[in-house]
């Protein structure tokens, strides 16, 4: 069974049409476009800082958030960002450094954290008592019943973020690239970690309902990972991820129109099909730069002590 009345008519002006003749899926486009800004803004810099497991407990974190937000008749909405930016601040809590030691202190925590995130999403689960029919939506993800107010709501959140990473970019990205010479410079690199982290929380929160918590991956990751193959800028590299980011959410909410499967999947899977094509494409480009001219030949060999 189709959610579209009509089924798929392989005419996508028509297709589009009967698409968007829909409320809900005009809010649905509307937050998605919000959510992948944001996470291929915040996603870069967190694949460029090997933060990439805080952001996944970050968002697993927003599971029982949002279940125990339902079992206390709240909206999940609360529940995802009271529970993910907690999480961070609980993780920030932790010195982060270079050293081995301290990275695996972190590590720890990160996945004590998330552990006991998952022990208590089944328990909110479980006392909530009726069916929660939307599980599978927390989860996976859904484009179902996003209201005008949550749009707005993922807006603001969105602009705030958006704001705050603006003025901390250029200290952020010292701070990241050479943490020493930053601390050196005085930078503040430890209130800059605690304020990522927070900002990590936040987006983590806001894609999480439209991927579901078990598949933030696909927007905070992906989009990045495929970015930083196709060019080593990081000005381009950064506006790439952004682009890349919105569409596959835009083709991720128009295919699970005209399926049963959730958004949650489809984004992932575009997200794993872009950055496999990038990848491939940047070690043909290496092993094409690698290759000698046609019709030349190697040069002499030096003999060293002949």
Do not use: K
């Amino acid at each position: 069974m189709t959610l579209a009345a009509d089924g798929l008519a392989w005419n996508p002006v028509d297709d589009v049409h009967q698409m968007f003749a829909l409320h809900f899926m005009v809010n649905a486009y509307r937050a998605g476009t919000i959510v992948a800004v944001i996470a291929g803004a915040i996603g870069w810099f967190m694949v460029l800082r090997r933060q990439s497991f805080a952001g996944h407990t970050l968002a697993v974190v927003s599971f029982p958030g949002a279940a125990c937000a339902i079992w206390l008749g709240l909206s999940a909405t609360i529940g995802y960002f009271a529970a993910s930016i907690a999480a961070a601040l609980v993780i920030a809590v932790v010195p982060r450094s270079s050293s081995e030691r301290a990275r695996s202190e972190e590590s720890a925590v990160i996945g004590t954290v998330q552990a006991f995130a998952l022990a208590c999403g089944a328990l909110f689960v479980s006392l909530y008592g009726g069916f929660l029919d939307s599980l599978t939506g927390l989860l996976f993800g859904t484009f179902l019943g996003i209201s005008n107010g949550q749009v707005v709501a993922l807006g603001a959140v969105a602009v705030v973020v958006l704001a705050v990473l603006a003025v901390l970019a250029r200290p952020l990205f010292f701070a990241t690239v050479d943490p020493y010479v930053a601390v050196a410079r005085r930078v503040p690199v430890r209130a800059l970690s605690i304020v990522f982290l927070v900002l990590l929380g936040c987006t983590a929160a806001e894609v999480s309902q439209i991927t579901g918590a078990l598949l933030v991956f696909a927007l905070l990751v992906m989009p990045a990972a495929a970015a930083q193959q196709i060019t080593a800028r990081p000005a381009a590299s950064f506006v790439v991820t952004i682009v890349v980011a919105v569409a596959i959410t835009w083709l991720s909410l128009g295919v699970a129109f005209f399926s049963v499967y959730p958004v949650g999947f489809y984004v992932s899977t575009f997200g794993f099909a872009v950055y496999v094509a990038a990848a491939a494409g940047r070690a043909s480009a290496n092993r094409l730069r690698r290759r000698p001219a046609r019709g030349t030949r190697p040069g002499p060999r030096m003999v060293v002590g002949a």
